[in-house]
């Protein structure tokens, strides 16, 4: 699988390519799939799919009072939540374990859940990018005051709505993630870094710190000999669990 260049955000074409393989993956089957941490979006392809059964899980209410597309919406914490193995054929955790003390759990807890040949799709914010080391080591009503200030986010830090705070543990750094997933049994399908869609808008829409940040990962990406790209702070990633399994 490899991200085609026709001009869009890297984040939007990966997108995509996961989409694709999705399509692709559950053909005219009717997919059930469990949105972990859904709230009230979604990120699959849920239009393009046959009548797919979703569960959405979230520990935010109000996430939950707004979603429109879920068959099943239940408020519980996908760390501890109770699935009977082998039920699902997708799952998607997006944006959600870098918000968990656990990740691990949550993540043994999808690998059971899922179907011999079912898939995992987990996407996060690298806590090794410029963006992420800032929201690793500020504290939240920071974060707070840059979507409201920063980002033009009005209703920031209001009951369900972003931003959330966050936890960073260890495990979903992308080496430690890509070698837990294999541990556990899971076959790595796609996997891509690409640059935050925050750091992108902030560069683009707030020209003095956009310099600055350009500046900030010009020179840890010296500092790092170019061996890591500190403008990259988001990743996908598509895991398969094998058949037979």
């Known amino acids: 699988m490899a991200v085609q260049d026709d001009g869009a955000p890297e984040g939007v074409r990966s997108l995509r390519c996961v989409h694709e393989y999705i399509i692709r993956h559950v053909g005219n089957s009717k997919a059930r799939i469990y949105e972990a941490g859904g709230g009230s979006c979604s990120f699959l392809p849920l239009a393009e799919l046959n009548s797919p059964d979703v569960l959405v899980v979230d520990i935010d ?101 972003p931003p959330f705070r966050t936890v960073y543990h260890p495990l979903i750094s992308p080496v430690r993630l890509l070698r837990f997933c294999r541990n556990l049994g899971f076959e790595t399908v796609y996997w891509c870094e690409y640059e935050s869609p ?15 940040l350009r500046l900030t990962a010009a020179v840890l990406n010296l500092l790092w000999f170019g061996k890591r790209d500190f403008t990259k702070g988001d990743y996908h990633l598509l895991v398969k669990k094998p058949d037979g399994i």
């Not at 996430?63 to 068959?71: C, T």
């Not at 902030?202 to 020209?207: E, F, G, N, Q, T």
């Open 61 to 161: 209410a109000d996430q939950l009072s707004r979603n429109q597309y879920a068959k099943r919406k239940v408020l519980g914490d996908i760390q501890n939540f109770p699935v009977e193995p082998a039920s699902f054929d997708i799952v998607v955790c997006y944006n959600v374990i870098e918000h968990l003390a656990a990740p691990d759990a949550a993540i043994r807890s999808f690998f059971d859940a899922l179907a011999p040949g079912g898939l995992l799709f987990l996407a996060a914010p690298g806590p090794h990018s410029l963006t992420g080391m800032i929201t690793k080591y500020t504290p939240h009503f920071v974060h707070v005051l840059a979507y409201k200030y920063i980002l033009g986010r009005v209703t920031a830090g209001q009951p369900g709505r």
């Open 198 to 212: 925050h750091y992108a808008w902030v560069v683009a829409s707030r020209p003095i710190i956009g310099r600055a």
